[in-house]
């Protein structure tokens, strides 16, 4: 056995050490791709989806290269370990996988064109004391698709102040209201942060603290503190039933958020480039590479 040092580079991803922290990217991997593309020299955007696109399938739509479609789409995917920015824009244009049209191909171009603007961008895992404190943001998008009409859900799980986990993925079933939207998406995002807990114990750390699970939908917040099941709430009484468990037993708490706060807004519809960076801010994403 050899011993090579401290970690820089494993599969693609970049580890930089500092006293501000930790700082994964796959700039290399970002500009390798551009290059293969063509698209070292394009011009590039804020975004990586333009706001208020609406991707759907058309009757008539003109095809493209599917094989390249697929292609690019896989290899996006694997930068999006690092890159949380781009989990939604990619949730979207892999819905069509099988029967890309060129709207969907403009989608991926712009994807890439969003990576020509900061790709070395990444994750900072800043040193922090408190790294029992466990934060899931959860939003959903009902109805959204314009395909199917199913909903989008997606979460940000925080460890220590940390973003550790996240996911934007269309929902199974077709809901018939925002509250269930939204019941669902967190019994999602309580279930990873349920897993983190027993990792965190298998590592030798016991988290005493709530989780904070945050989700910025009133009637799901209300359902979810009402002792009494209604027949309206029927269809998710077992996310319910779930949920108000985990808060009986002091495993959970709910607390109120603004709208205008939801960071996991970002995964679950398109938002405008100010609202975008900010979030991307709070998220602790950042360029070490970018000249200052």
Same mark, same amino acid.
């Given at each position: 056995?050899?011993?090579?040092?401290?970690?820089?580079?494993?599969?693609?991803?970049?580890?930089?050490?500092?006293?501000?922290?930790?700082?994964?990217? =796959?700039?290399?991997?970002?500009?390798?791709?551009?290059?293969? #593309?063509?698209?070292?020299?394009? =011009?590039?955007?804020?975004?990586?989806?333009?706001?208020?696109?609406?991707?759907?399938?058309?009757?008539?739509?003109?095809?493209?290269?599917?094989?390249?479609?697929?292609?690019?789409?896989?290899?996006?995917?694997?930068?999006?370990? #690092?890159?949380?920015?781009?989990?939604?824009?990619?949730?979207?244009?892999?819905q069509y996988m099988h029967n890309p049209g060129e709207q969907h191909m403009n989608a991926v171009m712009r994807i890439l064109r969003y990576l020509k603007n900061a790709p070395g961008?990444?994750?900072?895992?800043?040193?922090?004391?408190?790294?029992?404190?466990?934060?899931?943001? #959860?939003?959903?998008?009902?109805?959204?698709?314009?395909?199917?009409?199913?909903?989008?859900?997606?979460?940000?799980?925080?460890?220590?102040?940390?973003?550790?986990?996240?996911?934007?993925?269309? =929902?199974?079933?077709?809901?018939?209201?925002?509250?269930?939207?939204?019941?669902?998406?967190?019994?999602?995002?309580?279930?990873?942060?349920?897993?983190?807990?027993?990792?965190?114990?298998?590592?030798?750390?016991?988290?005493?603290?709530?989780?904070?699970?945050?989700?910025?939908?009133?009637?799901?917040?209300?359902i979810a503190h009402n002792p009494i099941q209604h027949d309206c709430t029927k269809h998710v009484e077992v996310d319910r039933f779930f949920i108000k468990e985990k808060l009986d037993?002091?495993?959970?708490?709910?607390?109120?958020?603004?709208?205008?706060?939801?960071?996991?807004?970002?995964?679950?519809?398109?938002?405008?480039?100010?609202?975008?960076?900010?979030?991307?801010?709070?998220?602790?994403?950042?360029?070490?590479?970018?000249? #200052?």
């Amino acid at each position: 056995m050899k011993d090579l040092g401290s970690l820089k580079y494993f599969l693609g991803i970049e580890v930089s050490r500092s006293s501000e922290g930790i700082f994964l990217s =796959q700039r290399k991997y970002a500009l390798d791709l551009l290059q293969e #593309t063509g698209m070292s020299g394009c =011009q590039p955007v804020n975004t990586p989806i333009e706001e208020g696109l609406k991707l759907c399938v058309k009757p008539n739509q003109v095809s493209t290269d599917k094989g390249r479609y697929q292609r690019l789409v896989g290899r996006l995917m694997y930068l999006a370990h #690092t890159r949380p920015d781009l989990a939604y824009a990619l949730s979207v244009v892999s819905q069509y996988m099988h029967n890309p049209g060129e709207q969907h191909m403009n989608a991926v171009m712009r994807i890439l064109r969003y990576l020509k603007n900061a790709p070395g961008k990444g994750i900072l895992f800043a040193k922090n004391v408190d790294h029992q404190s466990i934060e899931v943001y #959860t939003d959903a998008d009902w109805a959204g698709a314009v395909d199917d009409r199913r909903s989008t859900s997606g979460y940000f799980t925080f460890v220590g102040g940390n973003l550790i986990t996240w996911k934007s993925k269309k =929902q199974n079933v077709v809901a018939r209201s925002s509250a269930e939207v939204e019941f669902r998406g967190m019994t999602l995002g309580l279930c990873e942060a349920l897993w983190l807990i027993l990792l965190l114990q298998d590592l030798g750390y016991l988290s005493r603290q709530p989780i904070r699970l945050i989700c910025d939908n009133k009637a799901a917040y209300d359902i979810a503190h009402n002792p009494i099941q209604h027949d309206c709430t029927k269809h998710v009484e077992v996310d319910r039933f779930f949920i108000k468990e985990k808060l009986d037993d002091k495993i959970v708490e709910l607390p109120k958020i603004r709208s205008e706060d939801q960071l996991a807004d970002i995964l679950t519809k398109v938002v405008s480039s100010q609202v975008f960076s900010k979030f991307l801010d709070k998220l602790g994403m950042c360029d070490i590479y970018a000249p #200052t």
